[in-house]
């Protein structure tokens, strides 16, 4: 096991971390900007008003976005097992 197999091994970690945790980051964000801009505009500062659409909107994303992410860890995790044998030399 050399540097250049660890730094791909680390390169695709992070990768594969990016790549799920993305789509329910982005509709966290998303929904949080609009709920701020409606808090704003209408000056309601209530604090649940901010929360639970978040908490709705993540729970939805990881229902409609679930199947992709565990894909995708899956293929991660079997790539890197099949790598095992080849570390040990």
Do not use: W
């Not at 701020?36 to 978040?54: A, D, G, W």
């Not at 894909?71 to 040990?88: A, C, E, K, Q, R």
């Amino acid at each position: 096991m050399n540097d250049a197999m660890v730094i791909d091994l680390v390169r695709g970690a992070i990768t594969v971390t990016v790549v799920v945790a993305a789509p329910v980051l982005i509709v966290s964000m998303i929904v949080g900007l609009v709920v701020s801009i409606l808090q704003t505009t209408t000056s309601i500062q209530e604090q649940t008003l901010s929360f639970v659409p978040k908490i709705l909107a993540v729970l939805a994303a990881l229902v409609y976005f679930g199947y992709f992410m565990i894909n995708h860890m899956v293929d991660y995790t079997m790539g890197l097992f099949s790598t095992i044998p080849n570390l040990v030399r």
